[in-house]
């Protein structure tokens, strides 16, 4: 997984024609990194996406300007849309990850 540092690079990446997954986290957050524990086999499962990483308190611009609003968040971006966002009420277990995923793509 790439992580995007700048608002530059998080915007050329979501302009991609095919869809892109862009996990929003934060070093200090225990539910992220649960979510570290089992991201792996997700990103083997749906390795035909690009998987990217941005850290919400280093642009808290985009993460307000597309309603993250808890992380970790999982969001799908095509064209520069938002097509798909899994708020992090919904992201605390494998399943839940891959069911949104499976339905999204």
Same mark, same amino acid.
């Given at each position: 997984?790439?992580?995007?540092?700048? @608002?530059?690079?998080?915007?050329?990446? %979501?302009?991609? #024609?095919?869809? +892109?997954?862009?996990?929003?986290?934060?070093?200090?957050?225990?539910?992220?990194?649960?979510?570290?524990?089992?991201?792996?086999?997700?990103?083997?499962?749906?390795?035909?996406?690009?998987?990217?990483?941005? @850290?919400?308190?280093?642009?808290?611009? %985009?993460?307000? #300007?597309?309603? +993250?609003?808890?992380?970790?968040?999982?969001?799908?971006?095509?064209?520069?849309?938002?097509?798909?966002?899994?708020?992090?009420?919904?992201?605390?277990?494998?399943?839940?990850?891959?069911?949104?995923?499976?339905?999204?793509?």
């Amino acid at each position: 997984m790439e992580s995007i540092h700048t @608002n530059e690079a998080f915007q050329g990446v %979501i302009e991609s #024609k095919q869809p +892109v997954i862009v996990k929003f986290q934060a070093d200090w957050c225990p539910d992220c990194r649960r979510m570290d524990m089992f991201i792996g086999d997700i990103l083997k499962e749906f390795n035909n996406y690009k998987w990217y990483d941005v @850290n919400r308190d280093e642009l808290p611009e %985009i993460a307000d #300007k597309y309603e +993250v609003m808890g992380i970790p968040s999982l969001l799908i971006f095509q064209e520069g849309e938002k097509i798909a966002h899994l708020h992090s009420a919904n992201a605390k277990t494998p399943e839940e990850v891959e069911e949104f995923l499976q339905a999204s793509m």
